[in-house]
């Protein structure tokens, strides 16, 4: 379950600006000025940061058509506001709406001295106050699977995102393998499918998840960006789930074409559209480096498309850039191994394979590829194209890269403290959290 105010983070959008480490207090310490970590470069003026609240001063009013101050009210104005402020106790005090609103209907974004209570009635309930105009309650669900879903709404979004981009790219595959037409141009279908599978897997469940889609972008969020460490073993899981079930709705639709083209179920001929596998000839060597790079590459693509310091796309288009990048990746780097980039894109289809029939052979073939290719070579490439992308160009304090050796211990204690609240080790957490508010520990 979300907690209130956490960031998401989405790949549609661009990346939570988050300062990681111990964010208390110490005994006898104010807050502190800054998380950038010393040495790192401020970004500049604009760069993510929010407009000053400017003061209403009496020059401002003039400009706003001279307003007066009010005079003290009289006994019988008095009566006659407490009157009216009973009467709107459900649905609060009325506002007087040219006061929000400059002569040409702009929004001035300031409250009116008309809007704010009397003076003499400070001590009324009912007084709006700026701490109350930022209030807003969220709405109550509906029923009963409102509440499962707002409960699982991580879960739920990487499931459904998963399995729309697994079960659309992988029947794009079987289309083309299956199909009776079999010259050249064809597999630019096979390409072109799976980016846009996972442009409709982002913008499917970006807002709600974040849609990661794939544990080599999850991982390397944990580590450079601050993406909780709770959350990642739900990510994963349901990633894994909902591949499977994409590559079980592709079986399903393509079976009889499957049989009809190979009379049965062969791993060597369309298993090898379902999952992963480099060709015979490939050396193992380079399999490995193609997908270590491959990831590497589309993980540092990620990271610069969500920092907003860097050059970010405009609103909606994150999805779209990286559906082309998936392109770009299969049609250069997909001919030696067939362009996984993505360990539960190979995982969850191999074993709706086994399950359909394909047999427990899917999991030995090419040396037990599964293991070291799909997810060994990804996961270090997505780790590696992240420190690549924030040694040579991320100036956030967020970043293990920029960190200070006092914030490495800070990053460690959080680290724990996260594993333990993780495996529900409360009291041990509690301690640590204790000891890190009173500042015993960094």
């Known amino acids: 379950e979300k907690k209130q105010n956490e960031p998401t983070f989405s790949l549609g959008s661009n990346l939570p600006r988050t300062v990681r480490g111990w964010q208390g207090k110490k005994k006898n310490e104010g807050p502190k000025s800054s998380g950038t970590a010393p040495g790192v470069k401020p970004g500049e003026k604009g760069e993510g940061e929010a407009a000053p609240q400017l003061q209403d001063t009496d020059e401002r009013k003039k400009h706003r058509g001279g307003e007066k101050q009010d005079p003290e009210p009289s006994d019988e104005q008095k009566h006659q506001y407490h009157g009216s402020t009973q009467s709107n106790q459900s649905g609060g005090m009325k506002m007087h709406e040219t006061s929000a609103q400059a002569g040409d209907g702009e929004n001035t974004g300031v409250i009116s001295d008309e809007a704010v209570y009397s ?3 400070e001590s009324d309930d009912t007084a709006i106050t700026p701490e109350d105009e930022e209030v807003v309650d969220e709405p109550a669900p509906f029923n009963s699977w409102a509440l499962v879903r707002a409960k699982f709404q991580d879960a739920l979004g990487e499931w459904l995102g998963t399995t729309i981009f697994v079960a659309i790219g992988v029947s794009s595959n079987l289309a083309v393998a299956t199909g009776e037409s079999q010259h050249p141009g064809i597999y630019q279908n096979m390409y072109w499918g799976w980016g846009l599978a996972v442009m409709l897997g982002i913008y499917i469940s970006g807002g709600s998840s974040g849609a990661h889609l794939n544990p080599a972008v999850s991982i390397p969020l944990w580590i450079y960006r601050g993406f909780p460490a709770r959350k990642l073993p739900v990510f994963i899981i349901f990633q894994i789930l909902g591949a499977f079930t994409g590559g079980l709705i592709a079986i399903a639709i393509y079976r009889d074409a499957i049989l009809y083209s190979d009379g049965g179920l062969i791993g060597s001929s369309t298993g090898i559209q379902i999952y992963t596998q480099p060709k015979e000839y490939v050396q193992p060597a380079t399999a490995f480096f193609t997908e270590f790079l ?25 999805a779209f850039i990286i559906g082309l990048l998936v392109i770009a990746l299969i049609m250069s780097l997909g001919s030696n191994t067939g362009g996984c980039f993505n360990p539960v894109r190979d995982f969850g289809p191999r074993l709706a394979a086994m399950a359909m029939g394909y047999g427990t052979e899917v999991f030995t073939a090419y040396h037990n590829w599964w293991i070291w290719g799909a997810w060994g070579a990804t996961i270090s490439g997505g780790i590696t194209g992240g420190v690549l992308y924030d040694t040579c160009i991320f100036k956030g304090g967020e970043s293990p890269v920029n960190y200070t050796p006092k914030k490495w211990q800070g990053k460690a204690n959080e680290g724990k403290l996260d594993f333990l609240q993780m495996f529900r080790q409360h009291t041990q957490a509690r301690n640590l959290e204790t000891a890190m508010e009173k500042g015993e520990v960094e």
Do not use: E, R, V
Not at 297 to 303: A, E
């Open 119 to 121: 003076p003499g009635d």
């Open 294 to 318: 491959g990831t590497a590459i589309l993980t540092c693509s990620i990271l610069a498309l969500g920092d907003d310091s860097n050059s970010p796309p405009g609103a909606g288009m994150h």
